[in-house]
């Protein structure tokens, strides 16, 4: 299995940016599929956006495409989120996760994931 640890999140104003980083252990990263999940108090798991192993393709969820921008370092075993024009709906703890048993695409849910990191919060004031 692979460690992850996520960093980066905190407290911004409406409107505001933030980027999370989530750095992997090991030397296979580069064949991961990773995504990013949220999770808001009362509320499941939820996707947000993920980039293929293969090819750096990437998918958001309607939510925040436009908004965020999901990308990969596989020098630094790193995959980031950048999240732009950030909203109160969007405070939440985000998690990372990597795909490496299967190679659905595109993993819209948590089950197809392997991983997770530990999470970071992420508050968005009003």
């Known amino acids: 299995q692979v460690q992850l640890v996520e960093s980066g999140g905190g407290l911004v104003e409406a409107g505001g940016s933030l980027r999370l980083s989530c750095a992997a252990s090991?030397?296979?990263?580069?064949?991961?599929?990773m995504g990013w999940f949220r999770q808001a108090p009362g509320k499941e798991r939820e996707f947000v956006a993920v980039?293929?192993?293969?090819?750096?393709?990437?998918y958001y969820a309607g939510s925040v495409k436009g908004r965020f921008t999901i990308s990969r370092d596989n020098t630094k075993n790193i995959v980031y989120l950048q999240m732009n024009s950030l909203k109160p709906e969007d405070t939440a703890v985000y998690y990372c996760?990597?795909?490496?048993?299967?190679?659905?695409?595109?993993?819209?849910?948590?089950?197809?994931?392997?991983?997770w990191g530990q999470g970071t919060q992420v508050t968005v004031s009003s």
């Open positions: 980039i293929r192993w293969s090819d750096s393709s990437t």
């Open positions: 996760a990597a795909q490496i048993r299967n190679r659905i695409w595109i993993p819209l849910h948590v089950s197809m994931y392997d991983s």
């Open positions: 090991g030397r296979t990263f580069s064949s991961y599929t």
